[in-house]
């Protein structure tokens, strides 16, 4: 049983760019969420899915930002228009239909705007 | 939203010495858990305590759960290199909706 998926594992952008971070999550789990960190840093919140259905965006930027997660492939976090402050690492939790009572990371995608 | 405060954000300690980490929240819970982080990897879940528990062990990890005073400690005992890792807490949210929420950490380094 694959766990959760994130790819690509590192990305390079360049400012102005747009950026298409994919995660697919545990086998029968229907909830993602999506993190950021910086270095030394905890975990910012982002946004809670479900499938076709956004549950929580209240950590997203208002501008640039945006997530899906559809019917039928992986959650998508889009980034338009990077720039520096765009460059952290980018995590994706997901948790099945029973219960958020235990989060499942993958190992996450670094993203670097030039 | 519920938010978990880790103390102390960095902690040096001795192989074989044990590690107590703190955390403390502000609202009601439905349960809190532990993860880790190892440098460059996503987060792993270490063991969850329930609102109606007070302590909880599983290997070399004891948890506990104090929710009068809103707070949880994490302790490892007889630590080893590879316990070297950032650990983090989440409340559990009462209701499905609402989002997990992780605190800064606490950067554990085992000197050899």
């Known amino acids: 049983n694959a766990g959760v998926m994130q790819n690509p594992r590192h990305l390079v952008r360049r400012r102005g760019q747009e950026a298409r971070l994919r995660c697919s999550p545990m086998?029968?789990?229907?909830?993602v969420y999506w993190y950021r960190q910086l270095p030394e840093e905890g975990l910012k919140f982002m946004v809670y899915?479900?499938?076709?259905?956004?549950?929580?965006e209240s950590g997203m930027p208002k501008e640039r930002f945006s997530a899906e997660f559809p019917k039928e492939g992986p959650s998508i976090l889009r980034i338009q228009q990077v720039v520096r402050g765009d460059s952290a690492a980018y995590f994706c939790?997901?948790?099945?239909?029973?219960?958020?009572?235990?989060?499942?990371f993958g190992s996450g995608t670094q993203l670097s705007v030039l | 939203s519920q938010q978990g405060e880790e103390d102390p954000q960095a902690l040096s300690i001795q192989e074989g010495e044990n590690a107590t980490m703190n955390c403390s929240y502000k609202?009601?819970?439905?349960?809190l858990q532990w993860y880790r982080q190892n440098s460059g990897r996503g987060l792993v879940h270490l063991i969850l305590?329930?609102?109606?528990?007070r302590e909880k062990h599983s290997g070399r990890l004891r948890v506990t759960l104090d929710t009068s005073k809103k707070s949880s400690s994490l302790l490892i005992t007889a630590s080893r290199a590879a316990d070297t890792a950032s650990y983090f807490c989440?409340?559990?949210?009462?209701?499905?909706?609402?989002?997990?929420?992780f605190g800064k950490g606490t950067r554990l380094h085992i000197l050899p």
């Open positions: 989440a409340t559990g949210p009462m209701n499905r909706d609402d989002k997990i929420i």
């Open positions: 939790a997901s948790s099945p239909p029973t219960g958020n009572e235990k989060l499942f």
């Open positions: 305590i329930r609102s109606n528990e």
């Open positions: 609202t009601s819970i439905n349960n």
């Open positions: 086998k029968g789990h229907s909830h």
């Open positions: 899915l479900q499938k076709e259905n956004i549950i929580d």
